[in-house]
């Protein structure tokens, strides 16, 4: 194999673990009752290097205090996104995965801890210990309330990506909204706001961009427990989680394809190909897929089992 084929090949599993990467943060409910308390860190704003200015043109590089609301810069350009998890029947999936042993002692593993570490200590706070309006864990309210119908993760490929996750949920309920109102009472600790998704004189679908939602006055919201701070906003009838605010506004501001729920889905990995590389790309036309494969997976009492790759074929179907 030559070099540049190795290279292709490390681009395409790259983009699959990265994908399969959303399949732990379903399970955290798993590990995070028997996780100590983690130390402090400091939630983050802005990107390395590129600060949110706030209101009064001072560079603010930490996340804003409770009474200290801070000013976002738009994006420049609108993230294309790469890999997406639909989550289809997201109660079955995550019962599944909190009964998985297999889960349970891979999240109690050294790299699991690493990848669960910015979000466990938030979810795994129990509403009692904050006098909250509910009881019980924070995943499971979220899991319950907030997540119970069919949403996406979506990493996101371009410039100035903050390369971490948007959980995204289009026409949130009436329901999902209540437990997010509930939640920003709890955890609140400032706001940040943004004038619209893009600066002026920036259309967006240039230079590789995506393409941009009309949106204005956005609002996001910090919250936080267990001195870790989980960022969320509501706008276009879309609701965004992330562990960054900038992965907020991304999920805020993009267009996302439509959702294509394969027969006998409980779950699927959408990788789109075109931005993760040349050899990402190369893997549909081989297969003689046209546009993004799925990886489709049902579950089975704890188990997710797969059902197949799925996509629309094109006229010289190699798979054929």
Same mark, same amino acid.
Request: hydrophobic share 50%; aromatic share 6%.
């Given at each position: ?39 402090? %860190? ?27 609301? =801070? ?17 289809? $029947?997201?109660?079955? &999936? ?44 924070? =995943? ?12 996406? =993760? ?6 100035? @990506? ?20 509930? /939640?920003?009472? &709890? ?21 590789? %961009? ?9 609002? @996001? !919201? ?11 906003? @509501? ?36 990788? /789109?190909?075109?931005?993760?590389? !040349?050899?990402? $790309?190369?893997?549909?036309?081989? /297969? ?13 009492? $704890?188990?997710?089992?797969? !059902? ?13």
């Amino acid at each position: 194999m030559t070099e540049p084929t190795q290279k292709s090949s490390k681009r395409v599993l790259f983009g699959l673990a990265a994908a399969g990467g959303a399949l732990c943060v379903l399970g955290l409910a798993v590990w995070l009752a028997r996780r100590p308390p983690a130390e402090p %860190a400091p939630a983050v704003a802005g990107d390395a290097g590129e600060p949110i200015a706030s209101s009064s043109g001072t560079s603010v590089y930490g996340a804003p205090a409770v009474s200290d609301p =801070v000013v976002m810069q738009a994006l420049r350009v609108v993230p294309v996104p790469s890999v997406i998890v639909e989550v289809l $029947d997201a109660p079955a &999936v995550y019962r599944a995965l909190r009964g998985n042993a297999w889960l349970s002692e891979a999240l109690d593993a050294p790299i699991g801890r690493g990848f669960l570490g910015s979000w466990a200590g938030f979810l795994g706070t129990r509403g009692e210990d904050v006098k909250a309006e509910f009881s019980g864990r924070v =995943v499971d309210f979220v899991a319950e309330k907030v997540l119970s119908a069919p949403f996406r =993760v979506v990493w996101f490929a371009g410039n100035k @990506i903050t390369g971490v996750p948007a959980v995204v949920l289009e026409e949130p309920s009436s329901s999902a909204s209540a437990a997010f109102a509930v /939640l920003d009472r &709890v955890a609140g600790r400032g706001t940040l706001t943004v004038e619209r998704c893009v600066e002026p004189g920036e259309d967006g679908d240039g230079d590789g %961009a995506g393409k941009v939602r009309a949106l204005e006055k956005l609002t @996001i !919201r910090r919250w936080l427990l267990a001195d870790h701070a989980v960022y969320a906003g @509501i706008a276009g009838e879309r609701l965004v989680m992330s562990r960054r605010p900038a992965a907020v506004l991304q999920g805020l501001c993009a267009e996302l394809p439509a959702a294509t729920p394969r027969a006998g889905a409980a779950l699927q990995i959408e990788l /789109l190909a075109e931005t993760l590389g !040349r050899g990402a $790309d190369l893997f549909p036309r081989l /297969l003689g897929l046209d546009g993004a494969p799925a990886l489709v997976f049902g579950v089975e009492g $704890d188990r997710l089992v797969p !059902r197949g790759l799925s996509g629309a074929l094109a006229q010289s179907a190699r798979l054929g």
